[in-house]
């Protein structure tokens, strides 16, 4: 109780905060949070590759037809089923939704690599938040974070729970991004106590950042007032991903998920133009300037990815 940090938190609160803390102390973050972790640093590393279910090589489709399902599914965030309708119907190709399925897992396991290794060109300007996503009929968590000023997606981590470990998971893809951790590094999140226990578990392993929560919907204090539109950005992109999402209906497994997820970034990231950047998209790749119509910059993307495995 004689904590220098203690003291001066109770000392800067106001008659009727300091009634309301004898009343419900609980209420109020007054004292330095500690906790022991029981999880190392070394299992954060990225998870070894998994060998897709279909052999791209080896579809019995062209590869504009390919390209063609991917721009319905993901750009256009239509159901595997109604996309198979598509095919069937405007261009004459008879597909299954659960083959349309099939190459999309296949595309998302190429893809993921090439997603997170990339060197983008980054901003100061991050935020985080998480959304709800169903997998086997119950909750979990999609884990966002993304730089505000660039409109690049930097980590999507899907967890079942929402909690420390799942945090700093997330946070950790954002780091990996980095060749260097800039000394003023700041991540904007929501007030959920997880990420300044991630803070805490990094700074255990000598990996220094700041953590700014923006609480509640109305700017009620100086924090909340200078941060509350990078908060903004990130729920508009919670947003579009429920759009993309909402014709899903869930997934059938966590596997599911996390390719649906990765095919919505790498669309967001290299392939959606954003208006705030002047149409263009996030992440500039002259090859796929140089492609007339979306379908073929999908399947030129699937090239670039399937180069960049063979490094």
């Not at 004898?22 to 029981?38: C, N, S, T």
């Not at 893809?173 to 991540?187: A, G, H, M, R, S």
């Amino acid at each position: 109780n004689q904590c220098s940090y203690y003291l001066s938190n109770i000392g800067r609160m106001s008659k009727e905060e300091k009634t309301r803390f004898k009343q419900d102390p609980q209420a109020f973050k007054v004292r330095y949070i500690y906790r022991e972790f029981l999880f190392d640093y070394q299992p954060l590393s990225p998870a070894s590759p998994v060998k897709p279910r279909v052999d791209l090589s080896r579809i019995h489709t062209s590869s504009h037809t390919l390209g063609l399902i991917l721009t319905y599914h993901v750009n256009y965030g239509i159901s595997a089923r109604k996309t198979a309708a598509i095919m069937q119907d405007i261009h004459n190709v008879s597909i299954s939704h659960q083959t349309i399925l099939n190459y999309v897992n296949s595309v998302s396991i190429l893809m993921k690599p090439f997603v997170d290794g990339y060197p983008y060109e980054l901003s100061d300007q991050f935020c985080g938040d998480e959304t709800y996503i169903r997998v086997n009929g119950k909750w979990h968590y999609l884990f966002f974070f993304f730089d505000a000023a660039k409109k690049v997606i930097l980590s999507y981590r899907v967890s079942p729970n929402r909690d420390t470990l799942s945090a700093i998971k997330a946070i950790d893809d954002v780091l990996q991004k980095f060749k260097e951790i800039p000394e003023n590094l700041n991540l904007i999140v929501d007030g959920n106590p997880i990420y300044l226990l991630a803070q805490h578990f990094f700074a255990q392993h000598d990996i220094w950042f700041d953590v700014t929560q923006v609480i509640g919907l109305t700017n009620e204090d100086p924090v909340s007032a200078e941060y509350r539109w990078l908060k903004q950005i990130i729920e508009r992109l919670n947003r579009t991903f429920k759009g993309h999402y909402r014709a899903t209906t869930g997934f059938g497994s966590e596997a599911g998920s996390v390719s649906f997820v990765t095919m919505f970034v790498a669309y967001f990231n290299f392939l959606r133009p954003h208006a705030k950047l002047e149409k263009r998209v996030p992440v500039m790749i002259p090859e796929l300037d140089q492609m007339p119509h979306m379908p073929a910059r999908w399947t030129k993307l699937i090239e670039l990815a399937q180069l960049e495995l063979t490094k």
